[in-house]
T-cell receptor
Framework: DGGITQSPKYLFRKEGQNVTLSCEQN?????MYWYRQDPGQGLRLIYY???????QKGDIAEGYSVSREKKESFPLTVTSAQKNPTAFYLC???????????????FGSGTQLSVL | SQQGEEDPQALSIQEGENATMNCSYK?????LQWYRQNSGRGLVHLIL?????REKHSGRLRVTLDTSKKSSSLLITASRAADTASYFC?????????????FGKGTKLSVIP
């Protein structure tokens, strides 16, 4: 069953704690993304990766970190430096062609992060 | 900053009616996409229209693109209660040099049975 799996579905963070959100895909996609969604808002790009061992900052990367050691996995760490982490986090993937424009994104079902 | 802005922010219609949502954007684009999000879930891709296309259909969906006005519309015909969701437009800026989509804030559609 192909798709993107995000875990956990709900996550609680204590002050000063780092937490890691998991994102795994079996679609053989090169590109992966992390978006943050606040209530009533659109999606804002945190980080994206077009290839293994490479990633780029999006619009709101401060307080977040990522790694891309495997094609299938793109975990997001919300660090203690992110002072307002409560949000719905969405991971996505897509095919990527160097000369082509964006193709459609496939999304996971999201992780709701809340601060205790 | 938000590239695409949907209008209206919320829309409530009776089942069987048509629903029209609009999206405006600021800079030239390669393509524009529409996504749907059920409450508390991820987004699902609906349709992609390229900058050299003016209209595209997919089932009960019709998307138009007017690059001179920098706007797009999504029409859902013969709406069903199951169409209740938020709908987002997303744009890929021309010449951005990076692989990013910029999403609007969405239109929340409620279809009343």
């Amino acid at each position: 069953d192909g798709g993107i799996t995000q875990s956990p579905k709900y996550l609680f963070r204590k002050e000063g704690q780092n937490v890691t959100l998991s994102c795994e895909q079996n679609l053989n996609h090169d590109a992966m993304y992390w978006y943050r969604q606040d209530p009533g808002q659109g999606l804002r790009l945190i980080y994206y990766s077009q290839i293994v061992n490479d990633f780029q900052k999006g619009d709101i990367a401060e307080g977040y970190s990522v790694s891309r050691e495997k094609k299938e996995s793109f975990p997001l760490t919300v660090t203690s430096a992110q002072k307002n982490p409560t949000a719905f986090y969405l991971c996505a993937s897509s095919e990527w062609q160097k000369s082509a424009t964006n193709e459609k994104l496939f999304f996971g079902s999201g992780t709701q992060l809340s601060v205790l | 900053s938000q590239q695409g802005e949907e209008d209206p922010q919320a829309l409530s219609i009776q089942e069987g009616e048509n629903a029209t949502m609009n999206c405006s954007y600021k800079t030239s684009i390669n393509n524009l996409q529409w996504y749907r999000q059920n409450s508390g879930r991820g987004l699902v891709h609906l349709i992609l229209i390229r900058s050299n296309e003016r209209e595209k259909h997919s089932g009960r969906l019709r998307v138009t693109l007017d690059t001179s006005k920098k706007s797009s519309s999504l029409l859902i015909t013969a709406s069903r209660a199951a169409d209740t969701a938020s709908y987002f437009c997303a744009t890929d800026a021309l010449g951005a040099g990076s692989y990013q989509l910029t999403f609007g804030k969405g239109t929340k559609l409620s279809v009343i049975p």
